[in-house]
């Protein structure tokens, strides 16, 4: 393998250990779906034009998280909404508190929520397909119920609350990481 | 460590409401406050918004999966009549079934968002090229959040239209119209699913067997051309104008009858209840249906002031200006040769000299100056989009409250004028747009800053329900657009009337404006099209 070879692979293999955090990261920030693809589409685009300059000493995902901090504030002023976003301050602390959260941690937490999920009754189940799914969204739902968004908003937010508490209470039985919460 | 109840309650809810998107400005604030204070609060924020995004991903593998496995079906449906080999596929499908684990689905997920680009990357392959479907036509538009359909119709795409009408051909030759609003997903090249709205689809035979899904079942077409609406409740009415279809609902309902065969002008409903048989079909449901995207004409009227025109509003002279109507509720005590107008023919221009009349209050309206055409005229029927432009060069300066500009309504009570306003500042003009109501005018809306001397032209144009007014800055080169909703009672009025205006509402001194190239259009659709 010549050197661009070995540099894509190892370029690569940095993505695929930690794209996981990177997603969630700009995820939480952006809370579209679809625009957290888009950003980290054109985050990891920067990252690779970028590579030669990253220090192999430091973490790979705060340097990405960086990275992908200037794309969202870029986005954001792009679309005028920063108002209803954090400031570029709160986002640098939070990479932190993504690093924290471990590709093993987020392992076990998505499968706690499978597990989770399934013990969800029918009808919840239901509302969070329709909406969480590209085609839904809170509205749909609340149209196709004859409900109002609020009371979707509603039920959602016990529905969330139900499963993050179900995820710690699996994480705590199976415990084979420390659940800091 | 500390439990989560640890974590107030107020919390909780800023958290929940921030992923919900509900959170205003002041509220963002309040959070991001006790974020940067407090790292546990961070801890849990991040995990919080991490379950969110879990959700999403598990949702999406989901219904990604379920939606594999119908293709699957579909293509063993479609391998053909050879019963053998179709159990033998079957088979193999519900095997698959089988094996598809919840675990296997959410690393499909996340595999899509964001691990399938590297893995592409580095084997150097292109995801390009798998579209199954195309957009072929479209007509007034607009798409969910802006994302008109661009070289990514593949498998999966969800084509959610606000506005207007679209024409998809899928892979395998159907072409489906689309009505707004509506949400239409592209599941292969001869299959799709509408969530809402209504389509029409038509089936040569090269696409037999194209399968439309419903909330509550589906259509199978066996070679011809119907229709599908999916009403409000989650029920789907189905329309067939040639051919034969089959309307399936779906099996897992315990219902009387879970499947009908449809000939021409047979119509059936799906509901939760099955699939029934409704009444005989009627012209006024097949006209529900837009079977193909009308062809939009556009039907202008155009007077350049370079001759008489016999039989229209006459100038001082007693020739014909080309203008035909005066805004209803204007003008009854100008004279017929009418003082104010003057043909310049050799210019290609009319001069105006503006009169003492307001048509806010309505004040000494029987001497305004209102001229232009009736819409009627060029096939105008209440609906189409129109424009109504005119240039007007070496703007004179009217003195406060002077004002000059379009207008379109049926009467002088019951109109949209936009225009240049002469008020406080003296030598300089601002861009309004209003809505005149009972006679008296709505709040205007004002921008831009125009002076005498200069050459403008002003285009009012009504489209999509809305109003706006252009005025293009000949002198300067610059150009600014002012627009509002079009008011109700206009909506679908046949009887409208387009022109010009010009009047020193506020002040005895007469100013003559130059007006050339005055050009209506009006958007008709062609008749037989639709």
């Known amino acids: 393998m010549n050197d661009d ?64 901090r200037y794309e969202i504030a870029n986005f954001l002023r792009a679309r005028s909404r920063q108002r209803l976003y954090f400031s570029d301050e709160l986002n640098l602390v939070l990479i932190e508190a993504q690093e924290e959260l471990q590709p093993v941690e987020l392992e076990e937490r998505r499968e706690a929520l499978v597990q989770c999920m399934t013990k969800l009754r029918e009808r919840d189940r239901k509302l969070l397909e329709t909406c969480y799914s590209a085609a839904g969204g809170v509205r749909e739902a609340a149209q196709r119920e004859g409900r109002s968004p609020q009371s979707v908003h509603n039920s959602l937010r016990r529905i969330r ?13 199976n415990s084979r990481i420390e659940v800091i919460l | 460590m500390s439990e989560p109840n640890e974590v107030p309650a107020d919390l909780r809810d800023l958290f929940d409401d921030y992923v919900s998107g509900l959170l205003d400005e002041d509220r963002v604030k309040l959070l991001e406050a006790r974020l940067l204070a407090d790292a546990q609060a961070r801890a849990w924020f ?18 990604a999966g379920e939606r594999a496995l119908r293709t699957i079906d579909e293509q063993v449906l479609a391998a053909g009549a050879d019963g053998g080999s179709r159990r033998a596929e079957r088979t193999v499908a519900s095997r698959l079934r089988g094996l598809r684990s919840a675990r296997y689905a959410a690393m499909a997920a996340a595999a899509v968002l964001a691990g399938v680009g590297v893995w592409l990357w580095l084997s150097g392959k292109s995801d390009a090229g798998d579209e199954i479907a195309w957009l072929i036509n479209a007509q007034n538009c607009q798409w969910a959040d802006q994302l008109a359909p661009a070289g990514d119709m593949r498998a999966g795409k969800v084509l959610r239209l606000e506005r207007g009408l679209a024409e998809i051909r899928f892979l395998k030759g159907a072409r489906v119209v689309l009505e707004a609003p509506a949400s239409l997903e592209l599941l292969s090249g001869n299959s799709g699913r509408l969530a809402r709205g209504k389509l029409t689809a038509k089936v040569p035979e090269s696409a037999k067997g194209f399968q439309l899904h419903l909330p509550q079942g589906k259509v199978i077409d066996l070679g011809t051309e119907f229709g599908a609406a999916v009403t409000a409740d989650g029920s789907s009415d189905v329309y067939v104008f040639a051919g034969t279809v089959e309307a399936h609902a779906d099996p897992s309902k315990d219902a009387p009858s879970t499947s009908i065969s449809l000939t021409e002008k047979q119509a059936a409903c799906i509901d939760a ?5 409704k009444a005989p079909w009627t012209e006024t449901g097949r006209k529900d249906f837009v079977r193909a995207i009308p ?29 035909t109507h005066r805004l209803p509720g204007t003008g009854q005590r100008l004279r017929n040769n009418d003082g104010n107008l003057s043909l310049n023919l050799e210019e290609g221009r009319l001069e105006l000299t503006t009169t003492n009349s307001d048509i806010n ?56 004028r936009g225009g240049l306003i002469s008020r406080k500042e003296p030598e300089q003009y601002r861009q309004f747009l209003v809505q005149n ?20 032209r002003l285009t009012l144009k009504r489209e999509q329900a809305r109003f706006s007014l252009t005025v293009e800055n000949l002198t300067t080169g610059t150009s600014t657009i002012l627009s509002m909703p079009q008011p109700r009672v206009m909506e679908g009025d046949p009887d409208l009337h387009v022109g010009f205006f010009g009047a020193n509402t506020q002040s005895e001194l007469r100013r003559t404006l130059i007006l050339k190239e005055f050009k209506v259009t009006v958007w008709t659709i062609a008749s037989g099209s639709s």
């Not at chain 2, 991040?46 to 219904?63: G, N």
């Not at chain 2, 109501?437 to 403008?456: A, E, F, M, S």
Request: aromatic share 10%.
């Open chain 2, 273 to 277: 209840h099955g699939v029934s048989l």
């Open chain 2, 46 to 63: 991040v995990r919080y918004c991490r379950l969110d995004t879990d959700i999403h991903l598990e949702v999406r593998a989901r219904l």
């Open chain 1, 161 to 173: 609350r139900a499963l993050f508490e179900c995820i710690l209470r699996t994480l705590a039985q």
């Open chain 2, 437 to 456: 109501q009972g006679g008296n005018d709505n709040p205007p809306h004002y921008v831009g800053v125009t002076y005498p001397g200069q050459d403008l």
């Open chain 2, 295 to 323: 062809v939009v004409v556009p039907r202008i009227f155009s007077v350049d002031f370079t001759r008489a025109v016999e039989g229209t509003l006459q100038d001082a002279l007693g020739r014909g200006t080309g203008l």
């Open chain 1, 5 to 68: 070879q070995n540099r894509k692979v190892e370029f690569a293999e940095c993505l695929r250990r930690h794209q996981s955090q990177l997603f969630g990261y700009i995820h939480a920030l952006v809370r579209d779906l679809n625009d957290a693809d888009d950003l980290f589409q054109q985050t990891t685009t920067v990252l690779w034009k970028k590579f030669d300059d990253y220090d192999r000493q430091r973490s790979f995902l705060s340097w990405a998280c960086g990275v992908a």
């Open chain 2, 361 to 416: 209050t309505q004040f000494c309206l029987d001497t305004g100056e209102y001229l232009g055409i009736r819409l009627a005229d060029l096939g105008f029927g209440g609906l189409e989009d129109f424009e109504v432009t005119v240039v007007v060069p070496n703007v004179p300066a009217l003195k406060a409250v002077g004002q000059f500009g379009l207008y379109a309504g049926a009467r002088s009570d019951h109109n949209v």
